[in-house]
């Protein structure tokens, strides 16, 4: 086989992923933006030509008019770009988990995800965790500049980590909900688990066909110290090889030695009392 088409039948067995960019929006009316913007541009338009062509500001008195309501556009226009733009940072949410670009990319994984609250008082979805390099991590998102994310936020982490949503049911009713068309698409590579330690074992990935990677929360388990069930609740009983089985098996029957009261002397003399009386029933 061709390496062209080896590379084409391992992208068509990566698992795709995806994720979404939402931008911030500003927290103020958009129509009162608007407003501002046009009366800004039309004086600003309207000074001008009264500036270079109007006759009537020809005189000394009149001349400085023109000026004025250039000036008085320009706030105008000023203000409506203030009250337009907002200092919140991009967010992502997709399979890979919660990122914020603010300077550089931080990215918390689902399955490095504590905590998600919500806060009353400012609005705000409060994402807590570690990012991927371990260090700890808090997202606030406002509801005011990032409604769209907050509703695939939730939507996801409900679906992928509920243990760690702590919202009434109440108050997620009153959230948007994640709209199929929200952000823009991303699409990405698949997780590189070569590197990363088990969750189960801690042993290092050092090849890839030994990496098995949770669907909802992209956890990595060597193949051969899968769990029966992941720690965010999903089954990985379809990614467990017969080498993880005979170890729970081995485990089990351990653990029915382990529960015995007989100790090894006492166990060796009750064989030897069995087979003694064995024996007299021949005789």
């Not at 541009?41 to 000394?60: I, N, P």
């Not at 890979?96 to 399955?111: F, I, K, S, T």
């Not at 899968?226 to 990614?239: I, N």
Request: proline share 4%; glycine share 8%; with cysteine.
């Amino acid at each position: 086989m061709s390496d062209s088409k080896k590379k084409k039948a391992k992208a068509k067995r990566a698992p795709r992923r995806h994720e979404r960019r939402f931008l911030a929006q500003s927290a103020h009316s958009k129509t009162l933006v608007r407003v501002l913007a046009a009366l800004g541009a039309a004086a600003m338009g309207a000074g001008s030509w009264a500036h270079f062509y109007g006759q009537v500001f020809a005189d000394d008195e009149k001349k400085a008019i023109p000026v004025y309501i250039v000036a008085a556009g320009a706030v105008l226009a000023g203000v409506a770009i203030w009250l337009g733009t907002t200092t919140e940072p991009a967010i992502r949410v997709g399979d890979p988990g919660v990122a914020v670009e603010r300077g550089d990319l931080r990215r918390m994984p689902w399955n490095a995800i504590s905590q998600i609250t919500w806060q009353e008082g400012t609005l705000s979805l409060v994402v807590m965790g570690r990012d991927e390099s371990g260090k700890e991590l808090t997202v606030k998102v406002p509801l005011n500049g990032h409604a769209e994310a907050v509703g695939w936020i939730v939507d996801e982490a409900r679906r992928r980590i509920p243990k760690v949503v702590d919202i009434d049911d109440a108050v997620v009713e009153k959230l948007p909900s994640a709209g199929e068309h929200a952000g823009q698409k991303i699409d990405l590579e698949a997780l590189q688990a070569v590197g990363k330690k088990c969750s189960a074992s801690g042993k290092t990935i050092s090849y890839e066909p030994d990496a098995r990677i949770c669907s909802r929360c992209e956890r990595v388990y060597h193949k051969a110290s899968v769990p029966k069930k992941c720690k965010c609740g999903a089954s990985l009983m379809h990614m467990r090889s017969k080498l993880a089985d005979d170890d729970d098996a081995t485990d089990d029957d351990a653990g029915d030695d382990d529960t015995s009261d007989e100790r090894p002397s006492e166990r060796k003399t009750s064989k030897r009392q069995r087979a003694a009386a064995e024996e007299e029933d021949v005789t």
